[in-house]
């Protein structure tokens, strides 16, 4: 058995982690978690500290850990077959089945879906399919992306350009000349504190317009947006947004990728984000939830309408020259087959529905009269707190104070893992969906006791 100090000495020698700060890592300044056994809402790590996971992984483990019936699933698929391609002419009795079960919980007008590995991946197709369906529909200059600041949409070339987070720009001089950003709906940050929801919705979509009048309409080939800012903040749309911002697109001839990495199969409370905020897309990307994580997957789910144009475009210029080796990976698609049906089996949209409001009810309850919470907003099951120096006078705190990641520390060494989020003051939480009144009420408390461990002498 190797000695922890043994993995830690390979951890900092051979290991570049994601998103980590190289040089703290490698001088040992940072202490790397190692991870060993998980089983419903809680991971354990090999010091024997049991933790509550309130963020899921990164917010992709839905059902929760250990669920055997994934487990045996990926097994029995790695036993009969654990690779093959799904190329022209080929495919597995898995990766048939989930893409019709995917079919049987998109919209209705959305019937066919490309599998990826990931969710940057599964974006990059969606671009890949706009230029090539605008080039079809003999439009080819229709060719740039609008983004929203905030937004997230992987750390690929041009899906890092699409994120709308600087952190994932800076010194990789992204973002890309087809890549434009738009206001984020980030009504906690209005730009007038007297600002109804609707007006401010007004706003955004006066911007987005104002933008493509700018670029020019004829230049612009698809709008992409979360139904719900996740990593940008965990912000809901104000009311009316989507109302505002569909016509708009509509009138331009824009088409709309709703990346549903985060809000697909029941994180909002509802199957899919889009039809929980009355979105029609004609793109849909997911990926986490497909799996629960249990394995890599992600797809592209298409509208009929859209599809129609790609026939076309085939049948004229031969088939579309895009794929993975991995796409439909079959051990991937087994995990994405038992996982629905978990989903389902389990009630978990209703209980992200039930349970979640039951957890931001209560986070609400505890820490909205906070001196230093400006926010608590949420939906499903999915919550942020976002602290302020002084929330009456809109006054952030410092950045070098870095007030958020000491609270989701002193919240580790009370047992609950919960996420300071990219840009911000942000404490954001995403549990499995499996979560448990009791287990909400655990998040709650030790959030606010972290809070004000660290808060409290100032
Ligand atoms: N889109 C959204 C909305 C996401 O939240 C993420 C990941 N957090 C991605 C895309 C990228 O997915 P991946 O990290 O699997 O490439």
């Known amino acids: 058995m190797l000695t922890n100090d043994q ?42 500290t049991r933790l509550l996971d309130a963020f899921a992984g990164l917010y992709c483990v839905n059902v929760g850990y250990g669920r055997t019936e994934i487990a045996e699933a990926i097994a029995k698929q790695a036993h009969e077959l654990a690779y093959y391609h799904s190329y022209v002419g080929h495919g597995t009795e898995a990766s048939i089945t989930l893409a019709h079960m995917v079919a049987e919980r998109a919209p209705a007008h959305m019937n066919k879906v490309y599998f990826g590995l990931g969710g940057s991946d599964a974006n990059e197709t969606n671009v890949k399919l706009v230029w090539y369906i605008q080039n079809v529909l003999g439009r080819p200059e229709k060719r740039k992306i609008i983004s929203r600041w905030r937004g997230y949409h992987g750390s690929g070339l041009i899906t890092g350009s699409m994120t709308g987070l600087v952190p994932f720009h800076n010194k990789f001089g992204l973002p890309m000349s087809e890549v434009v950003h738009t206001e984020a709906p980030y009504y906690f940050r209005r730009p007038d504190p007297d600002m109804s929801q609707e007006a401010f919705s007004a706003y955004c979509a006066a911007k987005l317009e104002e933008l493509i009048e700018r670029e020019g309409a004829d230049t612009i080939g698809a709008f992409i947006a979360e139904p719900l800012l996740g990593t940008g903040g965990i912000v809901p749309p104000p009311a009316g947004y989507w109302e505002a911002i569909q016509p708009i697109l509509k009138k331009h001839e824009i088409l709309l990728i709703t990346d549903e990495v985060v809000t697909g199969f029941g994180r909002l409370g509802t199957m899919m984000g889009s039809t929980h905020y009355g979105i029609t897309p004609d793109i849909i990307t997911i990926a986490k939830g497909l799996t629960s994580a249990y394995a890599p997957l992600s797809g592209s789910i298409v509208s009929d309408d859209l599809y129609k144009v790609l026939e076309e475009g085939t049948d004229k210029f031969g088939p579309f020259g895009h794929g993975w080796t991995y796409s439909a990976h079959p051990i991937g698609a087994a995990a994405g087959v038992a996982n629905l049906k978990l989903v389902d089996e389990l009630g978990l949209v209703q209980n992200a529905r039930e349970t979640g409001a039951y957890f931001r009810n209560a986070m609400a309850a505890a ?92």
């Not at 900092?12 to 419903?40: C, D, M, W, Y």
């Open 7 to 48: 993995l830690n000495q390979w951890d900092r020698e051979n290991f570049l982690h994601p998103s980590t700060h190289f040089g703290q890592h490698g001088r040992g300044e940072s202490a790397t978690r190692i991870v060993t056994t998980a089983k419903g809402c809680y991971i354990e790590d090999r010091d024997g």
């Open 367 to 458: 820490l909205k009269d906070h001196r230093f919470v400006g926010d608590v907003r949420g939906d499903g099951m999915l919550a942020a707190v976002e602290l302020q120096r002084d929330p009456g006078a809109r006054a952030d705190f410092d950045a070098s104070e870095k007030v958020t990641a000491q609270v989701v520390g002193e919240m580790a060494k009370r047992g609950v893992i919960a996420r300071a989020m990219p840009q911000g003051e942000i404490i954001g939480f995403a549990p499995p969906l499996c979560l448990t009144p009791q287990e909400a009420d655990t998040v709650v408390s030790v959030t606010r006791d972290a809070l004000d461990a660290v808060t409290g002498a100032m």
